[in-house]
């Protein structure tokens, strides 16, 4: 097994086109969740190798801001296609790494090529808008500019996928990007940036460094949030290192987008389809171990329809398997590291001495060694949203209550500081609008007769309070990696000011 899995993450970076000499001999070692054995080490970039990668960056970004956007597209085209090319092995890399299943794996390579072909027809449609002048011969307009160096921080949870959402939007915005991944996901980052030098390497004439990875663990993560020559940090992960980044950012006036904590609910109302609400709840959370920022973790049931559905949910959640996610097709893999299954721990404990009822999140013995975290995902009938349920843990945990009234349960759903995902499984129209209003769900994501988790690329991705605020991905959040500049111009012979103001001279 130890050597199994050590020989193939080899083999996968070799056929990846990994020098070798970025993961072995340093200093960050990188484990495998699936055995939790340590696959590589990797050297790791101190504050002033940071600080040269940053220069390089400043570099790029001189001449990447003056190349036509349509070009950069054609930049992020051909690594869409080396990405559907490498698709199967990165998809086994981010299992090897990640611990995902391999649907979930390849899943989040798609997750990438969609997006890289989101920005190859943002590429054309980076537009401003023409507006009404209040003075005679002027023309008014918006301009939207290249920002500068992006910075992108991001989770063990999606190791690829998020880098894609900002290195795709921020290449056609004409910006260059420096990449701090997880420690806990280091090689997938070494793959992604072997990936896009091929892409360079095919597109022909784009600038040195307009990607880079830099590694190591929040002394390096540090460097770049504190450089003012990063424009823009985008930044994914737990709220309590947003907690530590937004202000830093903002303290030099950067810009940040936060990607952070969630503790995203459903509601299961009377007129649901309840067979189609269970599989969407099974998915939502215990799909990738719990450990999506969109996984479900709370779940409102009415009362009328609690005893059809939570002993088949129940049931589920014994039933479901849990495995190595190389060997198997499990659909559970492991927790990422043994923090992660303490957090669970602790947070089932807390459940039931706030008179939880818990089933399942045992530990699974058979599935692996010691050195590996497989669990037995838990659903935990909770008589009312009190302790544990009022925070997000990294693990497969989902809450279940009861409720009777709908405005009371809409109230109970916001009443968390996060504020990223959530949806109603209903089929009246009036309950289904009313949590898609403004008085509904105070997310950034709102679903209907779907799951919490899961979302294309096509829309706006992030959320609300203590989920930082930020959007990534699709709709219009490309306008986050651009400055924008309003333009007036006369063509007239005068000088009219506007608001009437005379100043003759
Ligand atoms: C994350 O967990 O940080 O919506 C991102 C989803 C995925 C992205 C999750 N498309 O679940």
């Known amino acids: 097994m130890t050597d199994s899995i050590a020989t193939d993450t080899q083999d996968v970076l070799t056929r990846l086109g990994i020098d070798r000499a970025l993961y072995t001999g340093g200093t960050l070692a990188s484990f495998s969740p699936v055995t939790g054995e340590q696959i590589a080490t990797l050297p790791e970039h101190d504050g002033p190798a940071v600080t040269a990668a940053i220069d390089r960056a400043a570099a790029a970004f001189r001449i990447w801001r003056n190349v036509p956007a349509p070009r950069r597209g054609e930049l992020v085209r051909v690594l869409g296609e080396e990405l559907r090319a490498a698709k199967d092995d990165l998809g086994r890399l981010v299992s090897i790494e990640a611990g995902k299943s391999p649907s979930e794996g390849a899943g989040e390579v798609q997750e990438m090529i ?6 190859v027809g943002l590429s054309r449609q980076l537009y401003g808008l023409t507006i009404a002048t209040e003075r005679p011969g002027h023309r008014m307009m918006e301009t939207w500019h290249p920002l500068g160096v992006v910075g992108v921080i991001s989770a063990f949870n999606f190791p690829v996928a998020v880098w894609s959402w900002n290195a795709a939007l921020a290449l056609v915005c004409g910006n260059p990007v420096v990449w701090k991944p997880s420690e806990k996901t280091p090689l ?29 663990g ?44 969630g503790n995203n609910a459903g509601i299961v109302c009377p007129s649901a389809d309840l067979d189609m609400a269970l599989r969407a709840i099974a998915f939502g959370a215990m799909g990738t171990a ?36 190389l060997t198997t097709q499990a659909l559970v893999g492991p927790l990422i590291d043994r923090q992660a299954f303490e957090g669970m721990r602790d947070a ?67 009443a968390v500081g996060a504020g990223l995902s959530s949806s109603i499984f209903t089929t009246d129209l009036r309950e289904s609008e009313i949590f898609l209003s403004a008085a509904g769900s105070d997310c950034g994501i709102a679903n209907v007769n779907i799951g919490t988790s899961g979302a294309e690329i096509g829309g706006a991705f992030g959320g609300e309070k203590e989920t930082g605020g930020g959007r990534e991905s699709g709709s219009d959040a490309w306008k986050a990696y651009m400055r924008r500049a309003t333009n007036t111009i006369n063509y007239s012979r005068d000088l009219p000011l506007a608001q009437g103001v005379v100043f003759d001279i």
């Open 290 to 325: 719990g450990q999506r920022c969109t996984t479900m973790r709370r779940l409102f049931v009415h009362d009328s329809v609690y005893d059809q559905l939570v002993p088949g949910l129940i049931k589920a959640y014994g039933s479901v398997t849990v495995g190595n996610p």
């Open 218 to 261: 929040p002394g390096t993560g540090g460097a770049l949030v504190d450089d003012p020559r990063v424009a823009l940090v985008s930044a994914t992960g737990s709220t309590r290192m947003g907690r530590q980044v937004g202000p830093r950012v903002a303290a030099r006036f950067g810009r940040s987008i936060l990607e952070l904590g």
């Open 348 to 414: 089932l404990h807390a459940a039931k001495a706030a008179g939880g009822t818990v089933h399942g999140g045992s530990r699974v013995p058979d599935a692996a060694p010691d050195t590996a975290y497989y669990v037995q995902p838990a659903l935990v009938e909770m008589p009312c949203q009190t302790g544990p349920v009022l925070t997000e843990t990294f693990a497969p945990i989902l809450y279940v209550m009861r409720y009777g009234d709908f405005d009371d349960v809409i109230d109970q759903h916001n």
């Open 188 to 216: 997938t980052a070494l793959a992604c940036q072997a990936i896009l030098d091929r892409a360079l390497t095919r597109f022909g004439d784009a600038p040195d460094a307009l990607s880079q990875v830099i590694i190591g």
């Open 114 to 119: 969609d997006i890289c072909d989101f920005a």
